[in-house]
């Protein structure tokens, strides 16, 4: 069984820093995109990152370039999303997903294995 778990999330003023963790178990790592995704009040599901960990490549949405970094770390099964000069827009709870396969996408439609999420609260 897939799962995923995410934990990190906080509040932070703007400017700040946040690390958010994904812990992965279940499935073979290495055989999976892990994506990163954000969901805010009245809004859908935004992709915001993700990465093939076999690779290590990576891709992020044009908001989050320059400021957000994600990474994994394969012997813990783990991925990250360090998220620097956050904005109060940055406000969401942030989903960490998984997909077999080894293609870069950030539509929610491509993943079908989805942690609960962590709320990330950025104050202006």
């Known amino acids: 069984e897939v799962q995923l778990v995410e934990s990190g999330g906080g509040l932070v003023q703007a400017g700040g820093s946040l690390r958010l963790s994904c812990a992965a178990n279940?499935?073979?790592?290495?055989?999976?995109?892990i994506g990163w995704f954000r969901q805010a009040p009245g809004k859908e599901r935004e992709g915001v990152s993700c990465?093939?960990?076999?690779?290590?490549?990576?891709y992020y949405a044009d908001s989050v370039k320059g400021r957000f970094t994600i990474s994994s770390d394969n012997a813990k099964n783990t991925v990250y999303l360090q998220m620097n000069s956050l904005k109060p827009e940055d406000t969401a709870v942030y989903y960490c997903?998984?997909?077999?396969?080894?293609?870069?996408?950030?539509?929610?439609?491509?993943?079908?294995?989805w942690g609960q999420g962590t709320q990330v609260t950025v104050s202006s």
């Open positions: 990465i093939v960990s076999r690779y290590g490549n990576t």
């Open positions: 997903a998984a997909t077999r396969g080894l293609l870069l996408r950030l539509s929610r439609y491509g993943y079908n294995n």
């Open positions: 279940g499935f073979t790592f290495d055989d999976y995109t």
